[in-house]
């Protein structure tokens, strides 16, 4: 497995943002306090200078003096937690708050990756992994026509839906920057949906796009941990993920289990996608109609509206592909 130089970059920011968030947090706290509590900046003003005095009094050699500002700096640090808790804060109120405590939200800890580093960068391969083991055989120089039987006489002509849905996607390539297109990808099982956006994610991996790829049961497991799970804060990087990357393809929509809570985080995953100008693409066995009436009015008029929609007829594939063997 490796790692994109998008992705990676993008964890990279996501720590970034992190630190960002924790020190300007910390900011606002000082400000509150300090306008409460005038007496303990100048605590922390007179702590500064005495942690001065004493490096100084260390290189000097000047041991007596040492002691003396070691017993000032208790005697302050006293004062200041006593105004702190009488106003109703922690001590820690005053330091900023980390999500690690390990690496103080930096991913390293010297030269090492941190254990949440890592962890956060398995979590990104785990979203590309699915893609990442079939992109090498499913990709355009793969991609095959003789599957798709050329029926002129049938209004659906498997050779000919299949020409036009290879060209809408060469067309969403090319144009993936200027249009911020979406697809959806309709068709019964087999019939090669999820092989054609593989195509896609391959080609834009290759051009250094942030890709997930996900199944439609695994995001919605996702969006649940988000709002129930224990873990929240990681769900919720990885939920940043989801809205953030450059592509997110949705696998399968209808397999997974469909209730009012899973039709409003699919709802705010397409808008607030649509919102940021980030394509989509979702791929399903259900036709229109199904769509409509499994899922909400606001979510099917989005799909219609907003996304290019593809169709692909003829057999199982991977049916004809095991008889091949
Ligand atoms: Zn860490």
Do not use: W
């Given at each position: 497995?490796?790692?994109?130089?998008?992705?990676?970059?993008?964890?990279?920011?996501?720590?970034n943002?992190?630190?960002?968030?924790?020190?300007?947090?910390?900011?606002?706290?000082?400000?509150?306090?300090?306008?409460?509590?005038?007496?303990?900046e100048?605590?922390?003003?007179?702590?500064?200078?005495?942690?001065?005095?004493?490096?100084?009094?260390?290189?000097?050699?000047?041991?007596?003096?040492?002691d003396?500002?070691r017993?000032?700096?208790?005697?302050l640090?006293?004062?200041?937690?006593?105004?702190?808790?009488?106003a109703?804060?922690?001590?820690s109120?005053?330091?900023?708050?980390?999500?690690?405590?390990?690496?103080?939200?930096?991913?390293?800890?010297?030269?090492?990756?941190c254990s949440?580093?890592?962890?956060?960068i398995?979590?990104?391969?785990?979203?590309?992994?699915?893609?990442?083991?079939?992109?090498?055989?499913?990709?355009?120089?793969?991609?095959?026509?003789?599957?798709?039987?050329?029926?002129?006489?049938?209004?659906?002509?498997?050779?000919?839906?299949?020409?036009?849905?290879?060209?809408?996607?060469?067309?969403?390539?090319?144009?993936?920057?200027?249009?911020?297109?979406?697809?959806?990808?309709?068709?019964?099982?087999?019939?090669?949906?999820?092989?054609?956006?593989?195509?896609i994610?391959?080609?834009?991996?290759?051009?250094?796009?942030?890709?997930i790829?996900?199944?439609?049961?695994?995001?919605?497991d996702?969006?649940?941990?988000?709002?129930?799970?224990?873990?929240?804060?990681?769900?919720?990087?990885?939920?940043?993920?989801?809205?953030?990357?450059?592509?997110?393809?949705?696998?399968?929509?209808?397999?997974?289990?469909?209730?009012?809570?899973?039709?409003?985080?699919?709802?705010?995953?397409?808008?607030?996608?649509?919102?940021?100008?980030?394509?989509?693409?979702?791929?399903?066995?259900?036709?229109?109609?199904?769509?409509?009436?499994?899922?909400?009015?606001?979510?099917?008029?989005?799909?219609?509206?907003r996304?290019?929609?593809?169709?692909?007829?003829?057999?199982?594939?991977?049916?004809i592909?095991?008889?091949?063997?």
């Open positions: 497995m490796s790692i994109t130089r998008a992705a990676f970059e993008s964890i990279l920011r996501e720590y943002d992190k630190r960002l968030r924790a020190e300007r947090a910390l900011a606002e706290r000082k400000a509150e306090i300090y306008s409460r509590l005038p007496e303990v100048q605590i922390n003003g007179r702590i500064a200078s005495l942690s001065v005095d004493t490096a100084i009094a260390r290189i000097n050699g000047a041991g007596a003096d040492l003396s500002y017993r000032q700096i208790e005697e640090s006293a004062r200041k937690q006593q105004l702190l808790s009488s109703g804060y922690q001590p109120d005053l330091e900023p708050h980390y999500e690690c405590r390990l690496c103080n939200d930096t991913g390293y800890i010297g030269d090492e990756m949440c580093f890592k962890k956060r398995r979590e990104v391969l785990y979203d590309q992994s699915n893609i990442g083991r079939v992109l090498d055989q499913e990709n355009f120089s793969t991609f095959s026509f003789k599957y798709y039987p050329d029926e002129p006489d049938s209004q659906n002509n498997p050779l000919q839906a299949a020409k036009h849905a290879a060209r809408v996607a060469v067309d969403f390539i090319n144009n993936f920057d200027a249009r911020h297109d979406n697809l959806l990808i309709c068709g019964e099982t087999g019939v090669g949906k999820s092989f054609l956006a593989n195509c994610a391959k080609e834009l991996i290759d051009r250094g796009y942030f890709v790829y996900l199944s439609a049961v695994k995001l919605f996702i969006l649940g941990d988000a709002v129930f799970g224990s873990d929240r804060a990681d769900s919720d990087q990885i939920l940043k993920q989801i809205m953030k990357c450059d592509l997110l393809i949705i696998d399968d929509l209808g397999t997974e289990l469909v209730n009012s809570f899973t039709t409003t985080q699919l709802f705010n995953c397409i808008n607030e996608r649509l919102l940021a100008d980030k394509s989509t693409i979702i791929s399903s066995n259900l036709s229109l109609e199904q769509l409509q009436n499994n899922y909400s009015e606001r979510i099917f008029s989005r799909l219609v509206n996304y290019t929609i593809i169709k692909l007829y003829g057999k199982d594939i991977r049916m592909k095991k008889l091949e063997g």
